[in-house]
């Protein structure tokens, strides 16, 4: 029976495991593909303790940034966004309210978002009236806010 080697991945590896965990695999897939590719490296109490020390460090900063994003899900819940374009009878617009201009409109309220990162209705809101626009920020967490399109006077 072939020996098996003790490695602590550092990062999540399909069908093998988590970051941080110890695992026992052959010694040909750890030399020639978990060590060379930096996914793991030998299980020393040394690199074990520092990566339990990484693993914490990132814990800590994904609960910090969940934190921030909830506080500007709250925050976003009352921002009430408007936008004016020539439109037709019917309240057809004449062009489109699209994810990069509700993002431009985000950013004149403080909140800069990556417009692939709006919940657009529509890819291109082509009516007047009300949307309800939803955000994914850090952590999972979810923000919505209203887009008002209206007909403008031209």
Sequence with gaps: MASHLQVVLK??????????EVVRVRP???RNFLL??????VATRA???EIEHET????????????????IAEA??????SVAKPAGDGGRLYGSVTAIEV????V???????RRKLGMPEEHIKMVGSYAIGVRLAGGIEASFTLEVTASES
Excluded: S, W
């Design 11 to 20: 990062e999540d590896v399909d069908h093998l495991g988590h970051t941080g």
């Design 28 to 30: 040909g897939f750890a």
């Design 36 to 41: 060379p590719r930096g996914l793991a490296c």
């Design 47 to 49: 690199n074990i303790k």
């Design 56 to 71: 914490k460090l990132a814990q800590a900063k994904a609960k910090r940034e969940q934190e921030q994003a909830r506080g």
């Design 76 to 81: 976003m819940a009352n921002v009430t966004l």
């Design 103 to 106: 993002a431009e409109l985000l």
């Design 108 to 114: 004149t309220k403080g909140y800069n978002v990556d």
